[in-house]
T-cell receptor
């Protein structure tokens, strides 16, 4: 099925460990974003990309890295996990230009716990 | 900067009741406005959208009208069902300013009782 695929769905990390959350889309969307969802805070933007090779920081980028080597993939790297990074992470994609005005498609999320 | 303010929840209703969730926004240009829904244990799904003033978005019995004069995009449904229990997010982007990021409200949890 076409859409945004995130892996893994669940992950437990120890403080200080690193890991990569994977995100792939097969809709040829230019724009991709990573959000974290915390209770009572809605979704906050971590990093985003407007095309292959182009990334930028969102509201809460500290502790996370991204790269966009292909249109399809947009992995999120946690460099040294901290308990404050316990959250649900969502990847989303959208067509370029005015197509963005028609909404993003979201993945099903990764629930991360850092102990 | 852009911001979205939603009414705080949780909201608890009986089946067939009328639902309104208020949403107001602050934006620089001419934003596109969205309502997303998140059912328990799932990701976000686009519920409806409006891309210019006075547009009405509608889907699954839900409606919202883009009111530029009051900077609002309130979500309404005339008769809710238990299956409408979810978290609802209001959001905006500003493609007119080449700002493609999506800014979200805090979300409103709705529970519908049989």
């Amino acid at each position: 099925n076409a859409g945004v695929t995130q892996t893994p769905k669940f992950q437990v990390l120890k403080t200080g460990q690193s890991m990569t959350l994977q995100c792939a889309q097969d809709m040829n969307h230019e724009y991709m974003s990573w959000y974290r969802q915390d209770p009572g805070m809605g979704l906050r933007l971590i990093h985003y990309s407007v095309g292959a090779g182009i990334t930028d920081q969102g509201e809460v980028p500290n502790g996370y890295n991204v790269s966009r080597s292909t249109t399809e993939d947009f992995p999120l790297r946690l460099l040294s996990a901290a308990p404050s990074q316990t959250s649900v992470y969502f990847c989303a994609s959208s067509p370029a230009g005015t197509g963005v005005g028609y909404g993003y498609t979201f993945g099903s999320g990764t629930r991360l716990t850092v102990v | 900067g852009n911001s979205v303010t939603q009414m705080e929840g949780p909201v608890t209703l009986s089946e067939e009741a009328f639902l309104t969730i208020n949403c107001t926004y602050t934006a620089t240009g001419y934003p596109s406005l969205f309502w997303y829904v998140q059912y328990p244990g799932e990701g976000l799904q686009l519920l409806l959208k409006a891309t210019k003033a006075d547009d009405k978005g509608s889907n699954k019995g839900f409606e919202a009208t883009y009111r530029k004069e009051t900077t609002s995009f309130h979500l309404e449904k005339g008769s809710v069902q238990v299956s409408d229990s979810a978290v609802y997010f209001c959001a905006l982007s500003e493609p007119s300013l080449n700002d493609y990021k999506l800014s979200f409200g805090a979300g409103t949890t709705v529970t519908v009782r049989a």
